[in-house]
């Protein structure tokens, strides 16, 4: 919980004000007890016959005790009006500063936790659902602004009730503070021991409920897939299966606080009954007046009352712990290494693979090994092979995203390692098998790269990538919406979106990573033309990966992967006479017999 305090401490000044009206809302509220004590004690003791009633001229008398008694009530009346709408004033008040710091600590830890995701190393979203973060994150929250909350509203308020009725009481006699004292322990012990056991139940549910969000997510974010394949009972069993696992936790969460709100519930009412009992003992000793009585029986309301709610608060508290835990975690891991005084890398003008090899796990062996090639500015070079050669993890090594096991990636003969992986991205254009629009128009996906675009740069690009077509189509021009992933473009068009948007941001280093692998011959040749064009330009350094050996045919140079081995380079023709691999590869697709 420290890491709450943390946030919290951050408005520390509103906390304070806050605490305060708090304070004054709690005592002002006693008061209205006490006034009503104060006013019994005054005319407890018996009155002078009235015949008349109320509206005999003698009840008018002057000094008479009945027309004392009205004049004392509308005094005391005037201060329990008054005691009432400062506590109301205060309460409100209270209110709105606790919202303020409540809303602006979550969305705090909210932002930080987003912050801190996207700063991960990606190998930590290898192994993740994405729907997991988010999950936390809005748990944490939720969980944070009810812990807060309560914690004002009904600890504190309660610690000052307490307080006060303490003084008070020992005011009236030495003894009755120390009795209301001792009633506090009794009841908080019996709430800790069955806090505990909700402590574990919530973490549980925690886990299976952020477990739930991923699968859901996953779930909505492949629904093309899961409506075509008719899989949604499929999918809705699987769901529901969690689901009622969460529901199980959460029923066996209920029972035990029910299980703590009644032997609480009971406990608060022996030990209330007891006091009371005392009381009226001090009434009967004649040591305590009935007035005090009443105030005292009132007091037992305000304090007991909120320590009925502590198994809630316990609750909570155990929640927002969980979640806490879960959010520490996230916001303590190791972010992706930037260094601390990263070399001035300028414009992109080679790359360089010294003796490179990687593997998640160096036991079961490299994805790459041993790989030492050199790109200069201008050169377009492709990378192909079977699957599983290592063609993709030369590409995320590249992009930094994965960092060599053994050996160098350097750009402009500086490790990656010295460079700022920003500045360095910030000068790449990535074309991926999987195009990864974003719900919007067409020209809100391309200002994803670059935000400040103008509609004429924006339509250029559009141009360059062979859009005509789809804007000829669009009835809104680059302004019409193409839904989320681009689920009403076909695979061309959205592969042409992606090639526009890489090239918008007029890219150092451009990358394509099977661009084409998913589309059919015709659309095929047509973006493989498109690509061609783009890398001709010589002013800079172009990345091809294909498994369609066509699409790479006009590279400078071809490396050829075989089991994480670069084991052929050179260009289409001189390949081709090798008659290796790639020569294989290359009969095999365009279907040559002997």
């Not at 992967?561 to 260009?571: C, S, T, W, Y």
């Given at each position: ?32 007890s ?12 018996p ?7 109320w ?95 309560l ?52 973490k ?23 409506k ?23 029923l066996?969460k ?13 406990t ?69 290494e ?35 090639l050199?790109?200069?500015?201008g ?5 192909v ?49 999987d ?10 996906n391309?200002?994803f ?52 948007r ?15 692998s ?56 001189d ?20």
């Amino acid at each position: 919980m420290k890491i709450l305090y943390s946030y919290v401490k951050a408005y520390k000044s509103l906390l304070l004000l806050a605490l305060v009206l708090a304070a004054i809302n709690q005592c002002f509220s006693l008061c209205d007890s006490i006034i009503t004590g104060k006013l019994i004690n005054k005319f407890s003791a018996p009155h002078a016959e009235n015949n008349g009633g109320w509206l005999s001229p003698y009840y008018w008398h002057i000094g008479n005790t009945q027309y004392q008694f009205m004049q004392n009530v509308m005094v005391f009346i005037g201060l329990s009006i008054g005691a009432a709408l400062m506590s109301r004033i205060a309460k409100n008040f209270q209110d709105y500063y606790t919202n303020i710091i409540i809303q602006r600590t979550g969305a705090q830890m909210y932002t930080d936790g987003i912050k801190k995701a996207l700063s991960l190393p990606y190998k930590d979203f290898e192994d993740q659902r994405s729907g997991e973060t988010l999950g936390k994150l809005q748990k944490v929250k939720s969980d944070t602004e009810k812990f807060v909350t309560l914690f004002i509203t009904l600890v504190f308020q309660s610690a000052i009730g307490i307080i006060f009725v303490f003084v008070y009481a020992i005011n009236i006699h030495w003894l009755i503070g120390p009795l209301y004292l001792c009633t506090v322990p009794i009841i908080a012990s019996v709430s800790s021991f069955l806090g505990k056991k909700i402590k574990k139940i919530s973490k549980e549910i925690l886990g299976e409920t952020t477990a739930l969000a991923g699968a859901t997510t996953e779930s909505l974010r492949n629904i093309e897939l899961i409506k075509s394949l008719g899989l949604i009972e499929q999918e809705e069993k699987r769901l529901n299966s969690t689901t009622l696992k969460i529901l199980g936790l959460e029923l066996k969460k209920v029972r035990f606080i029910r299980s703590l709100s009644f032997i609480q519930g009971t406990t608060v009412h022996l030990v209330r009954s007891a006091l009371i009992f005392a009381l009226y003992c001090f009434v009967f000793g004649g040591i305590i007046k009935v007035g005090d009585l009443i105030t005292l029986m009132f007091f037992s309301f305000f304090i007991f009352n909120p320590l009925q709610e502590l198994g809630n608060m316990i609750a909570v508290y155990n929640e927002t712990k969980v979640s806490m835990d879960n959010f520490k975690k996230l916001i303590t891991s190791a972010s992706e290494e930037v260094p601390v005084s990263p070399s001035v890398l300028g414009d992109i003008k080679d790359v360089y693979y010294e003796n490179v090899s990687f593997g998640h796990n160096e036991k079961t062996g490299y994805a790459v090994q041993n790989i030492n090639l050199h790109i200069n500015s201008g050169e377009t070079v492709a990378f192909v092979g079977p699957s599983g050669s290592g063609k993709t993890t030369l590409v995320k090594l590249l992009l930094g995203l994965y960092k060599p096991n053994i050996g160098k990636v350097l750009y402009n003969n500086i490790e990656s390692t010295d460079i700022n992986l920003t500045e360095l991205r910030r000068q790449l254009g990535l074309v991926s098998q999987d195009s990864q629009l974003f719900s919007g128009t067409i020209k809100d996906n391309l200002l994803f790269t670059k935000p400040d675009a103008t509609d004429e740069e924006v339509i250029e690009v559009l141009t360059k990538a062979a859009c005509n077509a789809l804007l000829n189509r669009a009835g809104d021009g680059i302004y019409t919406t193409i839904g989320e992933g681009g689920i009403k473009l076909s695979g061309g068009e959205k592969q042409r979106l992606s090639i526009a948007r890489a090239l918008l941001r007029q890219p150092h280093l451009l990358i394509f990573d099977e661009a084409t692998s998913a589309l059919d011959s015709l659309t095929e040749e047509e973006i493989t033309k498109t690509i061609r064009d783009i890398s001709s330009k010589q002013n800079q350094i172009t990345v091809l990966i294909a498994h369609r050996l066509s699409t790479i045919m006009h590279a400078d140079k071809i490396y050829v992967l075989e089991q994480g081995k670069i084991i052929e380079q050179g260009k289409h023709e001189d390949l081709l006479a090798e008659k290796g691999l790639y020569y294989a590869m290359w009969r095999q697709q365009i279907g040559e017999r002997k």
